[in-house]
């Protein structure tokens, strides 16, 4: 008999977990992702403050499963599912929506950003969430101190070194407190025409505290540490506009070249692929095994799902990630070997934290609260521990110890000359920065 096929849609980290949970299982696995890598997403903030590089925060997919040799890895893109046929349609470079057959299907295609109805803003505010992103917003950094040391006139000066992060959630912050430490201490003795240290870094929210997730005394702490460091934290205004000038928030004008967006997520459109009950966000109801009612076949899991716990909706987090994508694995394992069924889902929440700068992070576990270097020496054991190979774990120890010890950082370079042309859209890319030289 034909052995059944599980059809995995995404690599993140709950994909990663399900196809992993189904190592042993008597199916054939095929994982479909649109990239050909597992990104860490946690980290993608120091790939953009130029602290790692891209390949310390990402693996390619196939050599995580090369020696798992039920499980084929297929790049490509999912634009839809036909519940009917049970088959999921796929684009790559050379073919369009191809079927591929599925007795069981696994959706943990993740999220993107969302600029709250916002659109015009991403022309000016790129987001955080992919690679290419973070090395844009690298370049995009890099650029905006190489314009300023090249620019004659001082009072432009101040436009190109104002770096504006709009959301002060865990990734706002800690890329704020990343870039603070950059300008003053890396970049601190790089230029000789303008300094770095003079750099203003505005953290904008609507909200009326940074973190809010975390408790306020958390948050209060996170929100002094960030000032200490010079960043500017502007709380309870959302932004009104963004453009090529910068921000308006609260009627005030700021005005800056680099503008970076940390706010929203929205779900990618698997509900939409499913025509199936969504949340508020866009997130597909799912029950609590996972399944999609009436498709005991379909489970969707990660970003793009939404499930109540205690009266709450489970948050957009890489634990619940991983244990959702584990728990599908194995429910298909028992399916298919004849296992009882398992207990409902249920998420072990281990806890948050955040970074905010050097040697300073926020914890927040059940009761227990800590700030300070404590809480930082616990998220980069936490952060080296989920790191996808161990080659990984080995090569961010070493750049972290070296940065902290140094200063210095892995990666400065400006590899993308094209789209990164600070203060404009990456359609007017072949524009060229003048060089106002001596
Ligand atoms: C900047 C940033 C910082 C974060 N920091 C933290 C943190 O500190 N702690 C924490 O717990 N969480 C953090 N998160 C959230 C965490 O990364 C997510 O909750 C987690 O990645 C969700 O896992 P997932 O598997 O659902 O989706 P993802 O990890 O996003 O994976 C989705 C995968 O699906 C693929 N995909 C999407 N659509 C398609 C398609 N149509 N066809 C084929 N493939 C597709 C994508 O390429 C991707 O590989 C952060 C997120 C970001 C963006």
Redesign the pocket.
Known sequence: MAKPRVII????????AAAKALRKTPAKVIL????NH??F??L??QVATSVLTPSQIATPIRSIFRKQKNTTVIL????GVDKGQKCVMVSDADRQNVPIAYDYLIL????SHSYFGHNEFAEYAPG??SLADAEASRNKILQAFELAEAEEDPSRHRDLLTFILVGAG??GVEMAGALAVFVRSTLKSDFRRINPVSARIVLVDMAPRVLGTFSESLSKAAKQRLEKLGVEVRLGHSVDQIDADGIVVAGERIASKTVIW?AG?AP?PAGKWLNVEMDRAGRVRIQKDLTVPAHPEILV????ASLDQNGKPLP??????MQQ?RYAGKLIHGRIVGNSPPRPFSYFDKGN??VVGKGFAVLQSGRVQVSGFLAWLTWAAVHLQFLATSSLRLSVFLQWIWTYVTGQRGDRLIVNHHGTEVGKPAADANVKPAFAGR
């Open positions: 849609v995404g690599g993140g980290f709950a994909g990663l479909i992702d649109r990239t597992h990104l997403q946690p993608l903030y490509g893109e999912v634009s943990a295609t993740g999220a955080l969430k865990p990734t940390t997520v990618s899991v990660g970003d793009t957009g987090v890489a634990q619940v990630a994508g934290m955040a």
